[in-house]
């Protein structure tokens, strides 16, 4: 489990389409991602990385800033991102 001594780092994003999208790490296929920027938690989701429907129950409808004023919205959901190929 992650604590919450974990530093806040600013949101990374990808951009797809010309929308913004929050990057969710996670260390391994099937495995929790880290924690959810918009909703504190982590998710669980699937094989394949790639965009994926937000999962947070809590933080619905926020918006994040990234680091170069890149709005990230909690509607359009997030990209999974895998650290290490299986
Ligand atoms: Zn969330």
């Known amino acids: 489990m992650l604590t919450d001594r974990q530093p806040a780092r600013p949101p990374r994003y990808e951009l797809h389409d010309g929308s913004a999208y929050l990057v969710l790490h996670r260390d391994r296929e099937l495995g929790p991602t880290d924690r959810c920027p918009f909703c504190g938690k982590q998710h ?10 937000a999962h947070c129950v809590k933080g619905r409808g926020r918006t994040l800033i990234a680091a ?4 990230l919205d909690q509607a359009a959901g997030y990209v999974i991102r895998t650290r290490k190929a299986a």
């Open 44 to 53: 669980w989701h699937g094989e394949g990385d790639g965009h994926r429907v």
């Open 68 to 71: 170069d004023g890149t709005k």
